[in-house]
């Protein structure tokens, strides 16, 4: 068939518009109709071809019928114009197999009195479904039950999009919205959806089976012509020809961000390919992210800035401003002198903050939150104290990364309360954007000021040594280990440390920048947790057989024994002595 015997309301049907916006149902469902009867000839076993997408019932009866065919149809037939040589009939099979047919249902009379040894050879071989439907069930039977079904999945579609839409223009006034409106989109379309910089920052839902980062970082890749859209198809586990193939589709969005950071895309993954509804979801949500991660407006932050102060003047021991004492109060007796930094109402000004912590930040009953504070990775010599954080475009992605409930700037820090600690994944994409970042201990509200004197404190150490640093990483008042990498580097001078670091981590030259740089921090975190790998995992944001095989990388160049505790101890001095600029695992 060439193009000149295509039909133009056929091609428009199989134009990549019209294939997105097409409602199939999957197989299965019309096999489990129960009045139809339909047998599965192949293959034996009809669980395998329940996810098999189906969009059309048409009844053809041609030789050649792929001028008609649109793709994932269900063709119908009762063999009027089927060959009769096995030859002709495989030649059949594989023209329907060309022209996109999902399966064939074969109807018992009243042309045949059972299906053709023949065509059940020739599906087998070129591995065609092959259906049946008895004598008595007509094909109009089979066809308005198919349009039932599309139409119940056309509205159950809708439903899902009309809920997703409210669910996120919703979510984005909400705390954590970015988060929120990561988990709405890929609830209402059923897809993995990720958030990605130079690096994951966040994802929701379950990516199909077999799809590996290295396929999601190639599917989200920025291209020179900086189109919006761009669709990726996916290698699945499972590899079935007559099944959906996973896609991917990248979203580039569009407005500032801070000049360090790459282009912030989110990518939706599907087992199947994007319909309509998942895009016209994705654009939405793409909008409202492109909001939130814009600059907030001065007001908006105005307000983040003073209630911050508040917070923090609050946990370092301000009293709480006295309250009138209402007339019916005074009359009835019923009031009393409230204690020191006690409210009328029998409330606690910690209780008041730890009270609106809980709608702001977003944290658990027990009003803990931490503090999280960013500053600059490197400072010029004689200017540290000028260096102020500008542009705003910063701070609404700060909080991004964070997942902060409050955020604000402080002269040369950005600022945040959250709920839970930022994971040593999104301190490294601080570290990638110029930041290096101090977390504090858990507070409670009346201490939060506690909480972001001891994060700010952290961040000289922070800035030291060129990567991030958690107040959970130093003993309660070990004042030398918190200024220094270690108590050892105090004792021993700046080159001998260099020299060390030198001699024991020079093999690792061999390796190319990308292999040394993830040897160098796999090695160092998983020392710093003891040869621990489950802990070393999930500081590091890899799966625990991803830290093994770097571990064993290193080792193996190093020509160490990483049985021995000297050899361990070793390694993490040379590794603590190693700089930001030199190690080349931050950068």
């Not at 409230?338 to 000004?349: F, I, L, R």
């Amino acid at each position: 068939m060439t193009p000149a015997d295509e039909l133009p309301y056929i091609e428009q049907l199989r134009s990549e518009e019209h294939r997105r916006g097409r409602i199939t149902v999957e197989l299965g469902r019309l096999l489990d109709e129960r009045e139809l009867r339909i047998r599965c000839l192949h293959p034996q076993d009809p669980g395998s071809v329940r996810r098999i997408p189906v969009a059309s019932a048409p009844v053809i009866e041609l030789d050649d019928p792929r001028r008609y065919l649109a793709g994932d149809e269900l063709l119908l037939v009762t063999g009027l114009g089927l060959p009769e040589d096995p030859a002709s009939v495989d030649q059949y099979v594989a023209r329907l197999r060309e022209g996109g047919v999902a399966a064939l249902l074969f109807g018992i009379m009243p042309v045949h009195d059972d299906v053709p040894p023949a065509l059940i050879a020739a599906c087998k071989a070129h591995d065609l479904p092959l259906l049946a439907l008895p004598e008595d069930v007509p094909f109009i039977r089979l066809t308005v039950a198919l349009a039932s079904l599309l139409e119940s999945e056309r509205v159950a579609q809708a439903a899902a999009a009309s809920r997703g839409v409210i669910s996120m223009v919703t979510s984005a006034f909400g705390s954590r919205p970015v988060r929120q409106i990561l988990d709405r989109l890929a609830e209402a379309t059923g897809t993995a959806v990720q958030l990605r910089g130079r690096r994951l920052i966040e994802q929701s839902g379950t990516l199909p089976p077999g799809v590996g980062e290295e396929q999601l970082e190639r599917a989200s890749r920025p291209e020179a012509g900086r189109e919006r859209l761009r669709f990726t198809a996916l290698q699945a586990q499972e590899d079935d020809p007559r099944l959906s193939t996973p896609e991917a589709v990248r979203l580039r969005l569009r407005g500032p961000a801070p000049a360090s950071a790459a282009s912030p895309v989110v990518l939706m993954v599907a087992p199947r390919p994007l319909t309509q509804y998942d895009l016209t979801l994705l654009m939405l949500a793409g909008d409202l992210l492109e909001l939130i991660l814009r600059a907030p407006g001065r007001r908006s932050a105005a307000v983040d800035q003073l209630t911050m102060r508040l917070i923090l003047q609050q946990g370092r021991g301000a009293t709480a401003p006295a309250r009138a004492v209402s007339g019916e109060a005074a009359r009835a007796g019923t009031w009393r002198t409230p204690e020191s930094g006690e409210t009328a109402e029998g409330q606690t000004a910690e209780d008041q903050t730890a009270e609106l912590l809980r709608e702001v930040v977003g944290v658990d009953a027990d009003g803990c939150a931490y503090a999280v504070v960013a500053a600059p990775r490197t400072v010029p010599p004689g200017v540290s104290e000028e260096v102020t954080v500008d542009g705003p475009e910063e701070l609404a992605w700060w909080s991004t990364l964070v997942s902060a409930g409050l955020a604000d700037r402080d002269g040369r820090h950005l600022r945040a309360l959250v709920a839970t600690p930022p994971s040593r994944r999104r301190l490294r994409l601080c570290e990638d954007q110029g930041w290096v970042v101090a977390v504090s201990r858990a507070q409670p509200a009346g201490r939060l000021g506690v909480a972001m004197d001891e994060a700010v404190a952290l961040t000289a150490v922070a800035q030291a040594r060129g990567v991030s640093v958690t107040a959970a990483e130093f003993t309660a008042g070990d004042a030398a280990a918190a200024r220094t990498p270690g108590r050892w580097a105090a004792a021993v001078p700046q080159e001998a440390r260099a020299a060390l670091a030198d001699r024991m981590l020079s093999p690792l030259r061999t390796l190319d920048d990308g292999r040394r740089a993830e040897c160098l921090e796999v090695l160092h975190c998983w020392l710093l947790h003891h040869g621990r790998w489950d802990g070393a995992a999930r500081e590091l944001g890899l799966h625990r057989n991803t830290v093994r095989r770097v571990v064993g990388t290193a080792a193996r160049v190093l020509q160490v024994d990483l049985d021995d505790a000297r050899h361990r101890a070793d390694l993490l001095a040379a590794l603590d002595a190693l700089g930001p600029e030199n190690s080349g695992s931050r950068d």
